[in-house]
T-cell receptor, first 114, second 115 residues
Framework: AQSVSQHNHHVILSEAASLELGCNYSYGGTVNLFWYVQYPGQHLQLLLK??????LVKGIKGFEAEFIKSKFSFNLRKPSVQWSDTAEYFC????????????FGSGTRLQVQP | DAGVTQSPTHLIKTRGQHVTLRCSPISGHKSVSWYQQVLGQGPQFIFQYYEKEERGRGNFPDRFSARQFPNYSSELNVNALLLGDSALYLC??????????????FGDGTRLSIL
């Protein structure tokens, strides 16, 4: 069975600080990887996705993530966070064609202080 | 374009009752998935439907059932409600055949509280 681990449950940063949120998954086959964000009072929104190709993927709002297959990791990064990045971030994976369900991590709550 | 819409927004039920939650996918999306999100956790997969057929089922008891209609909208039904069913129920739709590499788009969810 697939599983996703997000190491940081709650992160507090000051504006302009750099961000890296960890995500590790367990699944031996081909995977599709996602980061979703949930702003306060809003629905889950897709930040970025990796299906194949360049392991460094860029998403919306200056976010990027790097897929490291050997480490089963898909960490999310942003060079300089803003107060508006305050939200909950979820890493998710599905096991490629034929495995359509997303398996989510438990989420990381990011609080950016002005 | 309208996103994924779910109804109702909030619902309060008592133990043993039955509930029906509804979801309308984004126009043109043929695949609908249901997830349960308990407070403090990530969403957990319940069902996925494509073209009215069940394409996947998560580790939930038979009290949970779902269906998809010809217009691609979907219902999630939960019988014999338990306190532990209190959660946010999310619906997500995706384009095409619901294949693994199609990103899912989520609705705002239905907050279900069991007393």
């Amino acid at each position: 069975a697939q599983s996703v681990s997000q190491h940081n449950h709650h992160v507090i940063l000051s504006e302009a600080a750099s961000l890296e949120l960890g995500c590790n998954y367990s699944y031996g086959g081909t995977v599709n990887l996602f980061w979703y964000v949930q702003y306060p009072g809003q629905h889950l929104q897709l930040l970025l996705k990796y299906f194949s190709g360049d392991p460094l993927v860029k998403g919306i709002k200056g976010f990027e993530a790097e897929f490291i297959k050997s480490k089963f990791s898909f960490n999310l990064r942003k060079p300089s966070v803003q107060w508006s990045d305050t939200a909950e971030y979820f890493c998710a994976v599905n096991g490629g064609t034929g495995r359509r369900a997303l398996t989510f991590g438990s989420g990381t709550r990011l609080q950016v202080q002005p | 374009d309208a996103g994924v819409t779910q109804s109702p927004t909030h619902l309060i039920k008592t133990r043993g009752q039955h509930v029906t939650l509804r979801c309308s996918p984004i126009s043109g999306h043929k695949s609908v998935s249901w997830y349960q999100q308990v407070l403090g956790q990530g969403p957990q997969f319940i069902f996925q439907y494509y073209e009215k057929e069940e394409r996947g089922r998560g580790n939930f008891p038979d009290r949970f059932s779902a269906r998809q209609f010809p217009n691609y909208s979907s219902e999630l039904n939960v019988n014999a409600l338990l306190l532990g069913d209190s959660a946010l129920y999310l619906c997500a739709s995706s384009l095409g055949q619901g294949d693994g590499n199609q990103p899912q788009h989520f609705g705002d969810g239905t907050r279900l509280s069991i007393l």
